[in-house]
């Protein structure tokens, strides 16, 4: 079982609902001993990560509140000129950190940092860690000396297990007169597209049937998942030209990380790209012990689409009841399974075969057949027995007029 450690988990309804907020605006400021303002921030910012629990993991969206402050102790215009940083502090435990650099034409935030508090229990109820966690990331935010950074488009930060979403932003440090400057620089997601040529839908891309992988997760009680199978996404998402665009996007197992968790009702197996950390496709297996099932009740992906107009795209679905099989035995499907997720991504699943919760020895058990194959078999059965059935009339009609072309004569 390749390992992630705690990996970033993707996103459940509430992120969708929470996503369509940005939280407040606002401007901070960081001054030096002589009151002059080096830096200057406005923006509005939304959070996302997935923490630990008792049952599993869970995830957590949030928005930057409108009493997010500066902390002057954590912020400062710099002894060396080059450096200065921006702290920004929220709820008990929370802060939200900028370290810029310079040189002689521009100035760029070299270093991101996020602090956030697990014993929150508002945002992360049933937490299972107690811990002040901290991520970091480098970010491409620069600009001109003496200009601000602009971009009115949502720019996304990703951590390790955390994504930033800003909204709205201008950032400008080493101001010359306290103040945002009149001038700008664009960031790339503002920027228009080139006007040489007019822009035209891009076509669907179709790649082959996707690599077979087997997928094993391990609890505390032994195996509680064996999964063979091959994966496709099929996503629709509307272009920067405002054109909407269908991709087919194969997982690439040599390509892919995996982890998940075991719980008595709940089996739960992460995919995750390791190029892209961004994206990442969660599969949970559910069960009902009364009717003594189980089955793919929630799918969840997100993912970073660079031609998107929106480049963060994410959907989920816990509904679902799918790939429907007897506790302790196995689904089998050789023939292509299209799951319906969202009305812009649904999961294609090719050769899978599939147990979890009752896994005994690390064997599949005894094999359930999708409806799919089923059918497979019944239209050679049929059309064998049609073929029979054509033939017997055959003979039978060769036969009757033998009979009566030998009525027409007399013995001699």
């Known amino acids: 079982m390749t390992t992630l450690g705690d990996v970033q988990r993707p996103l459940l309804l509430l992120l969708l609902l929470v996503g369509l907020t940005h939280g407040a605006s606002e401007v901070f400021v960081v001054k030096d001993s002589n009151g002059t303002a080096c830096i200057m921030a406005n923006f509005s910012a939304t959070f996302w990560t997935s923490y630990k629990t008792g049952h599993g993991s869970q995830n957590a969206s949030f928005s930057l509140p409108s009493s997010a402050e500066v902390l002057i102790s954590n912020s400062s215009c710099g002894e060396n000129p080059s450096e200065s940083i921006l702290t920004i502090g929220f709820r008990k435990g929370y802060s939200l950190t900028f370290a810029f650099a310079r040189n002689v034409t521009r100035y760029q935030v070299k270093a991101m940092k996020f602090t956030y508090n697990l014993s929150d229990t508002e945002i992360f109820p049933n937490a299972s860690s107690k811990d002040i966690k901290v991520e970091e990331s480098v970010s491409d935010i620069e600009a001109d000396i003496d200009k601000k950074y602009r971009c009115v488009s949502a720019m996304q930060i990703q951590m390790q297990d955390v994504i930033i979403t800003f909204h709205d932003t201008t950032i400008q440090a080493y101001l010359s007169n306290s103040t945002f400057s009149k001038e700008e620089t664009r960031c790339k997601q503002d920027e228009p597209s080139p006007t040489t040529a007019p822009p035209s839908p891009l076509p669907p891309l179709v790649p082959t049937n996707p690599s077979v992988f087997r997928y094993n997760m391990t609890g505390d009680n032994g195996t509680c998942l064996l999964a063979s199978m091959a994966l496709q996404l099929n996503i629709s ?112 699943v090719f050769s899978i075969w599939v147990q979890a919760f009752k896994v005994e020895g690390d064997r599949f058990g005894s094999v359930e057949e999708c409806v799919q194959d089923g059918n497979n078999m019944l239209i050679p059965i049929a059309v064998g027995g049609a073929l029979a059935g054509l033939v017997l009339i055959v003979l039978i009609a060769y036969l009757i007029g033998r009979k009566r072309s030998h009525a027409g004569y007399q013995t001699i």
């Open 237 to 348: 998402y509307l272009h920067k030209d405002n054109t909407t665009v269908t991709r087919v996007l194969n997982i690439n197992p040599n390509e892919t990380l995996f982890d998940g968790s075991c719980s008595a009702q709940l089996v739960t197996l992460s995919l995750r790209n390791q190029n892209q950390k961004g994206n990442v496709l969660v599969l949970q297996f559910g069960m009902n012990a009364s009717s003594s099932v189980y089955f793919l009740q929630g799918i969840q992906l997100n993912m970073t689409l660079p031609d998107a107009r929106d480049p963060t795209f994410r959907a989920v679905n816990s509904s679902l009841r799918a790939l429907q099989t007897t506790i302790g035995n196995s689904y089998k499907c050789s023939t292509e399974e299209h799951i319906p997720v969202t009305k812009e991504f649904s999961l294609n």
